[in-house]
């Protein structure tokens, strides 16, 4: 297995908080929940951020965790990574150039928990196609039952619909929304078009919250994230 150790950043007390509730209203939505997508309306919300400080949580926790980034058209790990190299990823995996354990990568250093990541890879022609691929589903499967939590990146929906293609596969759904940056309707319409492919949505996360403003002075710190858990 290829070892990578990606940056770590000490999170304000608030937000790590914040990220243990969110971690825990996911265990909460039951033990069959195993596959989690992360998505937004827009970009910039937060959803890499914050799926991948989730998924570093439920390593701490000592759960066997991958982190899957599915976003093609803008990695995250073009900028996480401080030691090591990506080779192969997802996009090299589903289009059969290479076997599965060739782009499962362990980040393991001494400050940081251990799980594993697999990196989208080169960004493809066709992303939307081979998230739709039998072979992403079958991926999926043999995913819920090596880990006991995978989350997954995606990008944003109103943009282009590979995440509801992804929710249709997985357990279920998370919903980032930044606070003040999107319109409510829109936000509807990316949870209608979640609803609509059969997916499950465990919860909305309210990120970037302004906590200088009056609503939101249970925070301490400046642009934190709260979080709504429950039915949608
Ligand atoms: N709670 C937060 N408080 C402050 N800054 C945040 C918070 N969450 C994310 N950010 C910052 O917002 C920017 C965008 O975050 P991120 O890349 O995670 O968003 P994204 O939704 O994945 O974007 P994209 O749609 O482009 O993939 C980054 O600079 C990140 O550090
Ligand atoms: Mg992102």
Redesign the pocket.
């Known amino acids: 297995m290829l070892d990578l150790k990606l940056e770590k950043k000490d999170l304000p007390f608030a937000?790590a908080e914040e990220i243990k509730n969110l971690r825990t209203g996911i265990t909460f939505c039951g033990a069959d929940i195993k596959t989690v997508l992360f998505t937004?309306c827009?970009?910039?919300?937060?959803?890499?951020?914050?799926?991948?400080e989730t998924a570093r949580s439920f390593a701490e926790l000592g759960k066997k965790v991958l982190y899957v980034d599915c976003?093609f058209r803008?990695s995250?790990f073009k900028c996480k990574i401080v030691d090591g190299r990506i080779g192969r990823g997802l996009t090299h995996y589903l289009t059969g150039q290479c076997e599965l354990d060739d782009v499962i990568y362990c980040n393991a250093s001494r400050d940081d928990a251990e799980f594993y990541v697999i990196p989208s890879g080169p960004s493809s022609k066709s992303p939307t196609e081979l998230l739709a691929s039998d072979r992403f589903k079958e991926l999926i499967d043999r995913l819920r039952n090596d880990f006991e939590i995978v989350i997954l990146?995606t990008?944003?929906l109103a943009s282009v619909v590979d995440a509801s293609i992804i929710a249709s596969i997985v357990d279920g759904s998370v919903i980032?929304v930044e606070a003040g940056g999107v319109n409510y309707r829109i936000v509807q319409k990316v949870r209608d078009k979640l609803a609509s492919s059969g997916g499950r949505i465990l919860g909305v996360v309210l990120?970037?919250?302004d906590t200088t403003k009056k609503r939101y002075s249970y925070y301490k710190y400046?642009?934190?994230?709260g979080y709504h858990y429950g039915e949608n």
């Open positions: 937000m937004s827009s970009p910039n919300e937060g959803k890499s951020t914050i799926s991948l976003d803008k995250i990146d990008p944003p980032l990120n970037k919250v400046g642009k934190e994230y």
